[in-house]
């Protein structure tokens, strides 16, 4: 076994021998003529001329060994219902998807929009693009309206796939009407809308555009749909991120060299083999799942787990009665979840049988000391922190197990993965930080294969936001500050820029701010990421209301915070809803006029603000203070 260090070295000594090593995981219609094509930094393109298509490699290909294997337990304790599909039942399934989506006009290249709940439909949905050479993108169902309409219009999708209604700790969300109200404020109109039809709840049909799955799913029955083979540097799919403005990012993803990525990485950060179960609790909407529920399980020859639910329900042991009853080899979910489980009743992680499980995984925030140490010691199992964004689509840090079990250190994800270049550098000169002192977290040029290889529709938008940052060096800011120790461990010291992270869940205070000033009550308004015991960050708004009157009374701050929340659930959704909205006469900014958000979010945690040479009036301070205090 070689060293993670070793192969670090190697990976970018010699990135062309290294990758092409990797490629051979998966199939290839065409070899690939050139490993990397850097001639157009910072874009990097991997596996240059090589066709290949990433639901072969994830169905079809296992199909001669294992159509009998397990490849999909799906488990709602929302519903009640459990579904298992075998590779056999799942190629029949996605083939299906596939010819209706062919049959409603979808090409190669076409967007497809999935807004779905998490039912099979959806990853049916994703695997039916991918084998079409159509373009995915998955927004988080329940996702409200004005954040939906805002991606239609960005992604232009031909075709949007969703369902009547999703269900959260036992309520049920209606989709069907947020969707029909997110297609009447975009200019972008789909052509269809393939609709799932669970029987949670009501679903109003407009006749000429929504289609039925059922039906449809019928009449397909018995079609045949090939893969379509993409050029490796072919879009796989779309995803939607916060970025520091109001307007989403779409990170764009390749096909082959996300597929290399991924395989590679279930062996060795993941430990996984054809044959483990990997039940990854997280959301088909965010990365995470693209990646761990849907993809590299089924590209490893794996089975994945996909589950409607919360951790708490029907108790807090349902995540680890679930790892016994389908045999769960790896778990992988946010540290929110562990932390939500430290307030039930601690016997639950004993009751049942968790020798199946090898490795639990945690990433998409801080994993604190605490509650690591509680989940390493209640189930007896290593706990992996993995540190990586929607961006990079893989670990950028961790201890890789797969090539060596390094000592983990509480508080730092690892050591950087393979393929990344990774720098901790000075934000003002560019140059390397030595062990010990805080910089930016940036990689240097080449991103590695499955990383992000542009933002949907707009190139420049890409180089200017993330290869402009650090200055001095062709290097990708990961926008997270960190320090590295004497051995090489990174630690992440929270975001260089204004987004925050709520329960795992990446948000930008701009957004919350653009939606909380389309109130008409509301002159100016500042939101920033506050530490939480529970949720990692909440966001708190700071907010000067229009008119003074409206915020003379406790009974009317107290109404106004109210009409504030809620235009926030409509147009963002309740994730992004502000812990608080406080009210101030002022907000502290500088002489020129930016604001201080760094401060305001330091007087918040009851820190010390640092330097105010610049602020215009230091009273703004006091103000926040004491609206917190009221
Ligand atoms: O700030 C870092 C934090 O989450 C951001 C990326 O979020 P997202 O794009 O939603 O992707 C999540 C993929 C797991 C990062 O810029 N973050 C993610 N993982 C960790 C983390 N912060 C500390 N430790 C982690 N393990």
Redesign the pocket.
Same mark, same amino acid.
């Given at each position: 076994m070689t060293s993670s260090h070793a192969m670090h070295a190697r990976s970018l000594a010699d990135p062309q021998g290294f990758w092409a090593e990797q490629a051979a995981r998966i199939d290839w219609e065409t070899p690939f003529e050139r490993v990397l094509d850097d001639s157009h930094a910072p874009f990097a393109r991997w596996f240059v001329g090589g066709r290949t298509n990433i639901c072969h490699n994830a169905i079809d290909r296992h199909l001669p060994t294992r159509a009998q294997s397990r490849a999909l337990v799906y488990v709602s304790t929302e519903t009640g219902e459990e579904r298992i599909y075998t590779y056999a039942q799942l190629h029949d399934e996605v083939v299906r998807m596939a010819a209706i989506l062919q049959s409603l006009g979808v090409e190669k290249g076409d967007r497809v929009l999935i807004y779905m709940p998490m039912i099979p439909e959806a990853l049916f949905a994703m695997l039916a693009c991918t084998r079409i050479g159509a373009i995915h993108s998955v927004v988080f169902g329940g996702f409200a309206s004005v954040s939906l309409a805002a991606r239609i219009d960005d992604a232009r999708p031909r075709v949007i796939v969703s369902a009547d209604a999703g269900s959260r700790a036992g309520k049920v969300v209606p989709y069907k009407p947020l969707l029909d109200e997110a297609i009447r404020l975009a200019s972008h109109q789909p052509e269809k809308v393939l609709l799932v039809d669970r029987q949670l709840s009501d679903m109003p049909r407009d006749a000429g555009r929504d289609e039925d799955y059922a039906a449809w799913r019928e009449r397909v029955a018995g079609a045949e749909v090939p893969c379509v083979w993409l050029e490796s540097n072919e879009p796989s799919y779309v995803l939607y991120?916060s970025g520091t403005t109001g307007k989403p990012k779409g990170v764009q993803r390749d096909t082959g060299g996300y597929a290399v990525a991924l395989a590679t990485s279930i062996e060795y950060i993941f430990c996984g083999k054809p044959g483990d179960t990997m039940f990854t609790a997280s959301d088909i909407g965010?990365?995470?799942g693209h990646s761990y529920i849907v993809y590299a399980p089924l590209l490893a020859g794996m089975s994945t787990v996909m589950y409607e639910g919360t951790p708490v329900r029907p108790d807090g042991g349902i995540l680890w009665k679930l790892v016994e009853q389908y045999g769960v080899n790896m778990l992988f979910t946010?540290?929110t979840a562990i932390r939500v489980l430290k307030k039930q009743d601690p016997a639950l992680l004993r009751r049942h049988d968790l020798s199946s499980l090898r490795l639990l995984f945690?990433?998409?925030?801080?994993?604190d000391e605490p509650t690591a140490r509680w989940i390493q010691d209640g189930i007896g199992k290593p706990v992996v &922190?993995?540190?990586?964004?929607?961006?990079?689509g893989w670990?950028i %840090?961790a201890i890789q197990r797969g090539v060596e079990a390094l000592p983990a250190k509480l508080g730092s994800?690892g050591v950087p993965a393979y393929g990344y270049d990774l720098r901790i550098v000075d934000e003002v000169t560019g140059e390397e930080c030595p062990p010990g002192q805080k910089g930016v977290v940036a990689i240097d040029y080449p991103l590695p294969p499955g990383c992000m290889s542009t933002l949907w529709g707009d190139d420049d938008r890409f180089v200017r936001t993330y290869w402009t940052a650090v200055p001095n060096r062709r290097s990708y800011s990961?926008? &997270?500050w960190g320090v590295r120790d004497e051995d090489g461990y990174v630690f %992440?010291l929270?975001?260089t820029d204004d987004?925050i992270?709520v329960a795992?869940?990446?948000l930008g205070t701009r957004e919350i701010e653009e939606s909380l000033s389309s109130h008409n009550g509301v002159a100016e308004v500042a939101v920033v990421g506050v530490q939480d015991a529970l949720k990692g960050q909440v966001a708190m708004g700071f907010c000067i209301a229009r008119d003074a009157a409206r915020t003379a009374t406790p009974a009317d701050r107290v109404a106004l915070e109210g009409e504030l929340m809620k235009t926030v659930d409509q147009q963002l959704g309740a994730v992004a809803r502000p812990a608080r909205v406080y009210f101030v006469n002022v907000l502290p900014k500088t002489r020129s006029g930016k604001l201080l958000r760094r401060a305001i979010q330091a007087v918040a945690e009851g820190r010390d603000p640092g330097d105010l040479t610049t602020i215009e009036d230091p009273t703004a301070l006091e103000q926040i203070k004491a609206a917190m205090a009221e």
């Open positions: 991120t965010w990365v995470v946010a540290p945690l990433a998409g925030e801080p994993l &922190d993995n540190y990586w964004q929607t961006e990079s670990p %840090i994800p990961t926008f &997270d %992440i929270g975001r987004v992270n795992g869940h990446r």
